[in-house]
């Protein structure tokens, strides 16, 4: 039986990180994952915050809420699920691996949606445990955009096989052809990934975007990622997470300075690909390598028969930030 | 030399028009033309075509837009290989885009093109003032520390101040309002004959949008469907009631009523050969027949600031042995209510037409139910560049529907004392 938690407001991430440092025990990750779901009936998104938000990321502004606003929108959803009681896994130092999405149709701005964020498919890697939120938004009970962002925490171990191959796979509403979804890990020493028993064999139609095809990709941009993008892409997402803000909390969990947030690269690398995103598509991004603040970075991409590839590196390409496979 | 190929105007799209801080406050001039453009890719299925080239611009302007339209095409659904290029002859600057983009068409050297233009007066650029600006220059280019801490220790509280950017001409001095006025004085325009046609522009493009004229025009943008400036409701008893804004004494006629609000806003209209339409079975709604540019002087003539179109007006009937009388329908923009008025006033008058214009005597007056009959830029709102395409593809869609050959005159006023005129006919 699923417990149904409705937020009456939409929560602020700030406040729930400053419960997720406060004292409490919580249940051994062998108990499992609680069966819960929080929602938010109806909310809208302003013109005004999705403006601030697409100027941070690159987005021109139109009707349409960009895919990655949506995942913005259920992180609070997320934070709440993974604060409250009889949640296994602490915050601190929770890594986002990897993101899908699908959109549907378009969400517009103004438009009521009802999100929802459940967790699910709980699973040992070799660095610790792995856990996928997954996120909904409706519109009238018809499905418009599905997110699964997957976690690694640290901290933990869970007895069995490491994720790898096809016992990664997550389950639920993004399987179908979505590809990968619990794949590949974060490398967090930022030495070369050994993670290769994680990443799934070619599963996206185009093949891995990790994959030795990686060639093919043309660089499309020198980004240069200001000091200050932690600080202003918390404030238009509200995912204040100091790791991102502050570079004696980015010291205290091992990077030498603030990182950028997964979400803010993965939102620009999609702003490039804005005039060319279809009404419904499927988008995954592994993140692969902290990217640390400031640096420029290499924006590189390439069309395929339906979608995009494309992906962050540094300037001489041997390290890969993250990877993106769009297909619609 | 080939003949000259038909260039038509196969329709329109524009955004609803904003208020200053109204529903585009967030917008920027790209985000606005690009939904422009959308719109228009997505009516005439243009989506990942290459248009032969796209021009348009803005009026207010941030230098880091100084390839806006471009820009705007990387944004849209139009193919990337679709060349663009920004084009500003303030509040004409679509007007003008289309005119040259007709012709290029009507050379052959296109197929089919997008003339448009936008403006946020919500987003206007602030600059830095002139002396912040040349100490931040120097400290750009300052080589040691030292140096750097010298400049940076020389600027002064007085040069934080901004350069807001104002309707002002740059020579006098006087602002759009200011200028006018003093030509609204000279021609004897009244306060009652200014709120009368600023009533008829609200009421009547109220009744467009009521009769739905506007719904292969406009595509809504940000939740707002409809213009908002526009105020049905409004009457010349109301309009009566406002104070001056413009003018000095007591025959300061001009108010907020009757004169154009700052306005957001993006325009587009879409060209092309006319066999290459009829071959996509495109609507073909009309052609630019001829257009003519004026500019007067109105620093050390007498001549008023917006007067110039009264010119091209002249110089145009004659080049086609037209009369004024000889059109079906006239638009012309509404700046200011009185802008409109002496214009026509000055068409009516046999001595200026005969001294200033050259004219044999007067071009007469209109039919003033022929005039902007679907309203314009009082009750649309201005957002300057964009006004000329949304002038320009309104009469098209009148002129189509009226049947073909009929004849439309175009006219709009723009800073610097320009103005352009162009004879729209329908195909």
Redesign the interface.
Known sequence: MVEVLELTAMPTALRLYAKALAPGRRPHVKAGLPEREIRLIGHRST??E???Y?QVCGF????RLPATWLHVLTFPLQLTLMTAPGFPLGLAGLVHVSNSMVQHRPAL??EALDLSVRAENLRPHRRGVLVDLVGEARVAGEPVWQGRSVYLNRQQTLAGAPAGGETSRSRGPLAAGSGKQGGSGFDVEAQSSSLSSTVEPSSTPAGSPTGPDTATLHTAGWWRLPADLGRRYAAVSGDVNPIHLSAVAARALGFPRTIAHGMCTHARVLASL??RLPDAYEVSVDFLKPVLLPSTVRFAAAAQPHGHRAQLTNRTGDKVFLTLSLTG | MAALRNAVIVGGNRVPFGRIGG?Y????N??LL??AI?GLAGRFGLAGERIGEVGAGAVLKHSRDFNLTREAV????LS?TTPAYDVQQACATSLTAAVQLSSRIRVGQLDVAIAGGVDSASDSPIAVNDRLRRKLLRLNAAKTPFDRVKTLASVRPSDLTPEVPQAAERRTGLNMGQHQALTTLQWGITREAQDELAAASHHNLARAWADGFFDDLVT????QSIDQSLRPDTSIEKLAALRPVFGDGVDASMTAGNSTPLSDGAAVVLLADEEWARQRSLPVLARIVDAETAAVDYLLGDEGLLMAPAHATGRLLTRNQLALQDFDLYEIHEAFASTVLCTLAAWESDEYCRDTLGLGGALGSIDRSKLNVNGSSLAAGHPFAATGARILATLAKLLAERGSGSRGLLSVCAAGGQGVVAIVEAV
């Open positions: 013109v005004g999705v403006s601030a697409d021109v502004l139109t009707d701005v103004g804005q005039a | 529903a406050r967030s917008a920027t790209l985000d690009t939904a959308d990387l944004s849209s659904a990337a809504p943008y940000l939740g």
